[in-house]
C-alpha cells in the first residue's frame, strides 16, 4: 500500500471518513438538542437539523435531491429514535 498511486485513495477515505463523521455528528447533536427542547420551535429546529445532515449524507451516498427528500420524509423519525435509543 506503499505505492504512490494508494496515497489518493487513502487521502480520500479520510476525507469521506471525516465528512462522515462531521454528519453522524450533527444528527446527535440535533437528537440531543430534540431531547432537552422545550419550545416547538425548538424542537422544530432540532428536527431540521438532523433532517439536513440526513439528507446531505444520502445525496453523498448518491441519492438525487428528491429521492433523498422522499427517503428523509418516510425514515426520519426512526433515525431519532435509533440516535435517542443509543443515547
Known amino acids: 500500500m506503499n505505492e504512490p498511486s494508494s496515497f489518493p485513495i487513502a487521502e480520500q477515505l479520510l476525507a ?10 450533527l444528527m446527535i447533536r440535533g437528537c440531543i438538542e430534540l ?3 422545550i419550545g416547538e420551535e425548538e424542537k422544530d ?15 453523498e451516498r448518491g441519492l438525487s435531491v428528491s429521492e433523498a427528500e422522499k427517503f428523509c420524509d418516510r425514515h426520519l423519525e426512526a433515525l431519532i429514535q435509533s440516535i435517542l435509543e443509543v443515547l
Not at 16 to 25: A, I, T, V
Not at 45 to 59: C, D, H, P, S, V
Request: aromatic share 18%; hydrophobic share 50%.
Open 35 to 37: 431531547r432537552w427542547a
Open 16 to 25: 469521506d471518513f471525516k465528512q462522515e463523521s462531521q454528519l453522524m455528528d
Open 45 to 59: 429546529l432540532a428536527k431540521a437539523m438532523i433532517y439536513n445532515a440526513f439528507e446531505t449524507y444520502l445525496i
